[in-house]
């Protein structure tokens, strides 16, 4: 199947310390693992993606560890800010076609 | 603010009644997508669009279900005789082919549709 899920739904974090979302999936046909960010009221917003030739990559303040051995993709954010306060969905867009993919999210909630 | 944007923001109707919402995508993207979501649920994919052309549709798009994208812009998916059970937030995406790349995908606010 093409199931992607979470381990946890909610993850609470002190304001400044960092943050590991986790994503478990179960089709390896994937040529991209994408993290999505969806605040209240608004459609998921990219943050960052992986080939499925990598197994890790950087970007502001994100880091994106793909392990293709166990079928595990996280998302770390650094010095989380209140501002990241929302739901994190991973995704996958299995090779040939156009559809992504989303797990069931998993709710980030910072702590002042 | 993604450039993508949808309209309605909510619909309100009634069990029976046929709704239609409108995506108007990022003017220079060829591709167009429509997805479903519900509370605590990731998107589903309901079907994409290639300049005018439908190219997929899942198993979620019942007979009741219908897109369309007549020139290649601005898309309208409609849902006919409307059951509870379609009441969800309906969220479109555009994205621009370019080979050997991700095609991201900016994703609209949505459309909320509660069906009573």
């Known amino acids: 199947g093409e199931s992607v899920g979470l381990h946890l739904p909610t993850l609470s974090v002190q304001e400044g310390d960092n943050s590991i979302i986790n994503c478990a999936y179960s089709n390896s046909a994937s040529d991209y693992f994408i993290w999505y960010k969806q605040e209240s009221g608004k459609g998921p917003q990219f943050i960052i993606d992986?080939?499925?030739?990598?197994d890790k990559r950087q970007g502001q303040r994100v880091t994106v560890l793909l392990n293709k051995t166990v079928k595990h993709l996280s998302l770390q954010i650094a010095a989380t800010q209140p501002g990241d306060s929302a739901v994190y969905f991973c995704a996958q867009l299995p090779g040939g076609y156009q559809k992504v993919t989303f797990g069931t999210g998993t709710k980030l909630q910072v702590i002042p | 603010d993604t450039g993508v944007s949808q309209d309605p923001r909510h619909k309100i109707t009634k069990r029976g009644q046929n709704v239609t919402f409108r995506c108007d995508p990022i003017s220079e993207h060829n591709r167009l997508y429509w997805y479903r979501q519900t509370l605590g649920q990731g998107p589903e994919f309901l079907t994409y669009?290639?300049?005018?052309?439908?190219?997929?549709k899942s198993r979620l798009l019942s007979d009741r279900f219908s897109a369309e994208r007549p020139k290649g812009s601005f898309s309208t998916l409609e849902i006919q005789r409307t059951e509870q059970g379609d009441s969800a937030m309906y969220l479109c995406?555009?994205?621009?082919?370019?080979?050997?790349?991700?095609?991201?995908?900016?994703f609209g606010p949505g459309t909320r549709l509660t069906v009573l």
């Open positions: 669009f290639q300049n005018e052309a439908q190219l997929e």
């Open positions: 992986i080939r499925s030739n990598m």
């Open positions: 995406a555009s994205s621009l082919s370019l080979a050997g790349a991700l095609n991201e995908q900016f």
